[in-house]
C-alpha cells in the first residue's frame, strides 16, 4: 500500500510540475472563474486564517487576501514544487500570504488554526481523501469550515467523465457524489452543512463541511 502511495504521489508531482509554467494562462480563465465564486461564498472578515489545498500557483488564496487588505493569513499548499515557485513568485508584494510544498495528509500546522480550508479541483486526485479530511479536522478551529469544490458524480455526465479520467489519467482517483460527501465528512467528524451548484447543470458542487464541538454526539448518521 505505502509504495502504491508514493507512486501516486510522484505522478502527481510529475503532473502538477508540468502544468506550472501555464497554469496561469487564459486557457483556464473558467476555473479562475469558480476559485473566485468559491471564495466569495465564504464571508471573509480580517484577522481569519485560510488554507487552501491544493493550491496550484496560488491565484485563490492570494485574491482571498486581497479581500481584506492581507488582514489574516492566507497559506496554500500543493505537492508540486514548481507550483509553489509559481505560488510565491505571484506573491512577492503581499505580506500575509505563505505557501508550502507539502502533502495534504500531513498539514504542517497546529491545531485548531484555520477558520477556513477551501479545496478546488484537487480532491478527486487524493488517494485517501480520509486522511485529508483527518488533517483538515484537526487544524481547523471549532465551527471552522472546509469548502470543496469538485465535480460532482450526481448525474450521468460526471458519471461518463470519472470513468474516463480513471483510464486516462492515473493521477485521478475518484470523483464523489453527494452522497458520499456526506459520508466522509461524517467520517472526521465534519458536520455537513450544504452543498451549491457553481458551474454546468449541478455537475461541480461546493461541499461545505463544518468542525464539530468535541464532546458532539457523532452517533448520528448523516442523511
Known sequence: MEQ??????????????????????????????????LVLMLGLKGNQHLLDLGCGTGWAVIYAASLVNNRG?????????????????????????????????????????FDFIICSNSFHHYFR??????????????????????????????KIADKRAKKKDP??????STREYRELFFNANLKYISSKSIWGFYAIKVHIAEKRYNNCNKSLRPN
Open 171 to 176: 493521477t485521478h482517483v475518484k470523483m464523489y
Open 73 to 113: 493569513g492566507f497559506y496554500g499548499i500543493d505537492i508540486s514544487p514548481k507550483m509553489i515557485e509559481k505560488a510565491k513568485s505571484n506573491s512577492a508584494d503581499c505580506s500575509n500570504v505563505f505557501f508550502f510544498q507539502g502533502n495534504a495528509e500531513q498539514l504542517n500546522f497546529k491545531d485548531n488554526f
Open 4 to 37: 502504491k502511495i508514493d507512486e501516486h504521489n510522484r505522478l502527481n508531482e510529475e503532473k502538477w510540475n508540468s502544468w506550472a509554467n501555464t497554469f496561469d494562462s487564459k486557457r483556464y480563465a473558467r476555473f479562475r472563474f469558480m476559485q473566485k465564486r
Open 129 to 158: 481523501p480520509d486522511k485529508v479530511l483527518s488533517e483538515t479536522y484537526r487544524v481547523l478551529k471549532s465551527k471552522g469550515r472546509i469548502y470543496i469544490l469538485d465535480g460532482t458524480g450526481d448525474n450521468f455526465v460526471i
